[in-house]
Nanobody, 121 residues
């Protein structure tokens, strides 16, 4: 089970840190990713991190503003979001990928329930 938290309402230019806690399994066995879905749009990839944390991947739209990290000892993955923009408003999902890199929705094995991020202008 993946439990995402940390969403909220923030002004443009502000910051939020999302957390995703994994229970019932060892998260170090999974690449982890964050995806988001804005109203009326399809869910899209945001960021992913390898099992060891040594490799990270970002969508172009968030590169330089968001940072993904993980603490395997705590079975937790984080998404630090800085310089937030109104277009970052979405429901953010964490995801676990057993066999691949955590960047493709079709390869995700487990999804969290989502946490809402709203950025006001």
């Amino acid at each position: 089970q993946l439990q995402a938290s940390g969403g909220g309402l923030v002004q443009a230019g502000g910051s939020l840190r999302l957390s995703c806690a994994a229970s019932g399994r060892t998260s170090s066995s999974y690449a982890m990713g964050w995806f988001r879905q804005a109203p009326g749009k399809e869910r899209e990839f945001v960021a992913a991190i390898s099992r060891s944390g040594g490799s990270t991947y970002y969508a172009d739209s968030v590169k330089g503003r968001f940072t993904i990290s993980r603490e395997n000892a705590k079975n937790t993955v984080y998404l630090q979001m800085n310089s937030l923009k109104p277009e970052d408003t979405a429901l953010y999902y964490c995801a676990a990928d057993r066999y691949y890199g955590g960047t493709s929705q079709g390869e995700i094995d487990y999804w969290g329930q989502g946490t809402q991020v709203t950025v006001s202008s």
